[in-house]
């Protein structure tokens, strides 16, 4: 079975910058797609951003493009997601997730426990 940590969240100010980093462990994840989705109370898991296998290809929501790049090393078996620009509205708990190539939650069948982003104003 595959495990999924997150760690780099925190607090900042608006306009600073955090990177959030995901390990995975347990298993390979050969041939996944590795995203990032977030959640706020009451609310849905938003996606935010995805790559394939390869970062051949990367799909961010509207609200997060140009200000959040994602990546990942395949041969540290890790993704990571980093967050410049932050605003208040970007505070949430940050979720890594595995499987398959989409903007969908429900594509991805590996999750980490979450990490708390908090931006201030």
């Known amino acids: 079975q595959g495990q999924l940590v997150e760690s780099g969240g925190g607090l900042v100010q608006a306009g600073g910058s955090l990177r959030l980093d995901c390990a995975a462990s347990?298993?390979?994840?050969?041939?996944?797609?590795m995203a990032w989705f977030r959640q706020t109370p009451g609310k849905e898991r938003e996606f935010v951003s995805t790559?394939?296998?390869?970062?051949?290809?990367?799909d961010y929501s509207d609200s997060v493009k140009g200000r959040f790049t994602i990546s990942r090393d395949n041969a540290k078996n890790a993704v990571y997601l980093q967050m410049n620009s932050l605003k208040p509205e970007d505070t949430a708990v940050y979720y890594c997730?595995?499987?398959?190539?989409?903007?969908?939650?429900?594509?991805?069948?590996?999750w980490g426990q979450g990490t708390q982003v908090t931006v201030s104003s």
């Open positions: 997730a595995a499987g398959l190539y989409s903007r969908r939650a429900s594509a991805y069948n590996y």
């Open positions: 347990g298993r390979t994840f050969s041939g996944y797609a």
């Open positions: 790559t394939d296998w390869a970062s051949s290809s990367t």
